[in-house]
């Protein structure tokens, strides 16, 4: 009789998991490869993908989605979380093109399946009824904005410009979930989780992609909801602070672009990864000495401001800095040796791995046998000796050959710069040595 019970058992999940499956081809269509997207290896994570990042939207952040189309990059994750946390945002000033955005971003996975559904199998994405009570109340559409970088409920979390997204990576769950369906279900997964400026409230984003597929897909619905997450409580201690802050962010808006700036910004077709943000930065004149050179260390990723409006053209740089600018320039390369030669060199260090590489390539060997001295202030000596090695020139002597090497490549042209170890060398100069170096 057991062994009856058992047999029936079987045969009952056996019919639920097809029923499953029939009901979810029945409500939506399951992906379709795009083959003019080159397809990344999908049984791999790349390194840099699995380290926190700021990741830095379009200027103006897109409105719908032939906007997003031009600006997403589908075969990164960080580019795909970054922007569902801008599409969930857009409900509030334009549900449809909100929803459009989360629909191309979104995808349900079917149950028991090796694939997934495009935009959930409602057609709504990761929406809720939830949405209903915080889209028409003005003391909750404020909430999503509080998980972009700079706001702050003193000037009611309107957020800084570029609108930018601190991602961190949940290694831990990660890893957890790809050792259940990475083999099983040939799905590669990766989590990353924004932090609420407003109570602090912390949201995971699950992120999928499929062997054979051309690109990633938010996969936790519930991330659309938890954005909404009602966290008046840490505004204050009293109810009268907290209603203060609330009628301060209520009065506020996350996107004030214009139309015009719009049309100007998305009106030619934008290559993913290519875009050439409007500097915000007052110092940096738009025909001067450093303007493209900026430009691109800024949009690329090399180095922001040291301020929101200011780059800091004079300011002086240190070793770290400039070891961290080269590693960032050269694409963010795994230093494959992770023995740390340094006491002045901490893992928790955002120049820790730049340095560690930086000491792999030749580039420099530190300024002691323990010490690599990041906070010393960067000499005009410094910054060309490292691009000299850097750019695989050459690797001996001090700074004498690498200055004949950076005067043949016209590196110090126009620039004023005396290649010596007692010339500090000014921000502007370092980015302009980078570009020149790399890009021209």
């Given at each position: 009789?057991n062994?009856?019970?058992?047999?029936?058992?079987?045969?009952?999940a056996?019919m639920l998991c097809a029923?499953a499956?029939?009901?979810?081809?029945?409500?939506g269509a399951t992906v379709?490869?795009?083959?003019t997207?080159?397809?990344?290896?999908?049984r791999e994570l790349?390194?840099?993908?699995?380290?926190d990042?700021?990741f830095?939207?379009?200027?103006?952040a897109?409105?719908d989605l032939d906007?997003?189309k031009?600006?997403?990059d589908v075969q990164d994750?960080?580019?795909v979380a970054?922007?569902w946390?801008?599409?969930?945002?857009r409900?509030v000033d334009?549900?449809?093109?909100?929803?459009?955005?989360?629909?191309?971003?979104?995808?349900d996975?079917e149950?028991?399946?090796r694939g997934?559904?495009?935009?959930g199998?409602?057609?709504?994405?990761?929406?809720?009824t939830?949405f209903?009570?915080?889209?028409?109340?003005?003391n909750?559409k404020?909430l999503?904005?509080?998980y972009?970088?700079g706001?702050?409920?003193r000037?009611?979390?309107k957020?800084?410009?570029?609108?930018?997204v601190?991602l961190?990576y949940?290694?831990t769950?990660t890893e957890?979930?790809?050792?259940?369906t990475?083999?099983?279900?040939g799905?590669?997964n990766?989590?990353?989780?924004?932090?609420?400026n407003?109570g602090?409230?912390q949201?995971?984003?699950?992120?999928?992609?499929?062997?054979?597929s051309d690109?990633?897909?938010v996969?936790?619905?519930?991330?659309?909801?938890?954005?909404?997450?009602d966290?008046?409580?840490?505004?204050g201690?009293t109810?009268?602070?907290?209603q203060?802050?609330?009628?301060?962010?209520?009065s506020t808006?996350g996107?004030?672009?214009?139309?015009a700036e719009?049309?100007?910004?998305?009106?030619g077709?934008?290559v993913?990864g290519t875009?050439?943000q409007?500097?915000p930065f007052?110092d940096v004149?738009?025909?001067?000495l450093?303007?493209?050179?900026?430009?691109?260390?800024?949009?690329?990723?090399?180095t922001?401001?040291?301020s929101a409006?200011?780059?800091?053209t004079?300011?002086?740089?240190t070793?770290g800095?400039?070891v961290?600018?080269?590693?960032?320039?050269?694409?963010?390369p795994?230093?494959?040796?992770?023995?740390n030669?340094?006491?002045d060199?901490?893992?928790?260090d955002?120049?820790?791995q730049?340095?560690?590489?930086?000491?792999e390539q030749?580039?420099t060997?530190g300024t002691?046998?323990?010490?690599f001295?990041?906070?010393?202030?960067?000499?005009?000596?410094?910054i060309?000796?490292?691009?000299?090695?850097?750019m695989?020139?050459?690797s001996?002597?001090?700074?004498?050959?690498a200055?004949?090497?950076?005067?043949?490549?016209?590196?110090?042209?126009?620039?004023g710069?005396t290649?010596?170890?007692d010339?500090?060398?000014p921000?502007?100069?370092?980015?302009a040595?980078l570009y020149r170096?790399y890009?021209?």
């Amino acid at each position: 009789m057991n062994h009856t019970r058992k047999a029936i058992r079987r045969v009952l999940a056996v019919m639920l998991c097809a029923a499953a499956l029939l009901t979810t081809a029945a409500m939506g269509a399951t992906v379709q490869t795009d083959n003019t997207i080159p397809m990344t290896d999908a049984r791999e994570l790349r390194e840099e993908w699995k380290k926190d990042k700021d990741f830095t939207l379009a200027d103006p952040a897109p409105w719908d989605l032939d906007e997003l189309k031009k600006v997403v990059d589908v075969q990164d994750p960080r580019s795909v979380a970054a922007y569902w946390v801008w599409a969930v945002n857009r409900l509030v000033d334009n549900y449809n093109d909100g929803m459009a955005m989360m629909k191309y971003l979104f995808a349900d996975l079917e149950p028991y399946g090796r694939g997934f559904t495009e935009g959930g199998i409602s057609g709504r994405a990761g929406w809720d009824t939830y949405f209903n009570e915080r889209l028409k109340d003005d003391n909750y559409k404020w909430l999503p904005r509080t998980y972009f970088k700079g706001t702050d409920v003193r000037d009611g979390f309107k957020p800084t410009l570029p609108l930018t997204v601190e991602l961190y990576y949940n290694g831990t769950n990660t890893e957890t979930v790809n050792a259940q369906t990475l083999d099983s279900l040939g799905r590669l997964n990766i989590i990353y989780w924004v932090r609420s400026n407003a109570g602090g409230n912390q949201v995971n984003i699950n992120l999928s992609r499929f062997e054979g597929s051309d690109r990633w897909y938010v996969t936790s619905g519930a991330s659309s909801n938890t954005l909404f997450y009602d966290q008046s409580n840490g505004l204050g201690s009293t109810a009268a602070e907290r209603q203060a802050a609330i009628k301060l962010a209520a009065s506020t808006r996350g996107d004030e672009s214009t139309a015009a700036e719009h049309e100007k910004f998305y009106s030619g077709e934008i290559v993913p990864g290519t875009i050439e943000q409007a500097l915000p930065f007052t110092d940096v004149p738009a025909n001067g000495l450093y303007a493209d050179a900026v430009k691109w260390a800024y949009t690329n990723g090399v180095t922001n401001g040291t301020s929101a409006t200011t780059f800091g053209t004079e300011d002086s740089c240190t070793r770290g800095q400039v070891v961290t600018f080269l590693w960032r320039a050269a694409g963010e390369p795994e230093p494959r040796n992770a023995v740390n030669p340094f006491k002045d060199v901490k893992e928790s260090d955002y120049y820790y791995q730049p340095v560690l590489w930086a000491v792999e390539q030749g580039i420099t060997g530190g300024t002691a046998a323990d010490k690599f001295s990041p906070d010393q202030t960067c000499s005009t000596a410094h910054i060309i000796t490292f691009l000299y090695r850097a750019m695989g020139a050459g690797s001996d002597g001090w700074y004498e050959e690498a200055r004949s090497w950076a005067a043949g490549k016209g590196l110090l042209e126009g620039t004023g710069i005396t290649v010596s170890p007692d010339e500090t060398c000014p921000r502007g100069n370092v980015a302009a040595f980078l570009y020149r170096a790399y890009v021209k």
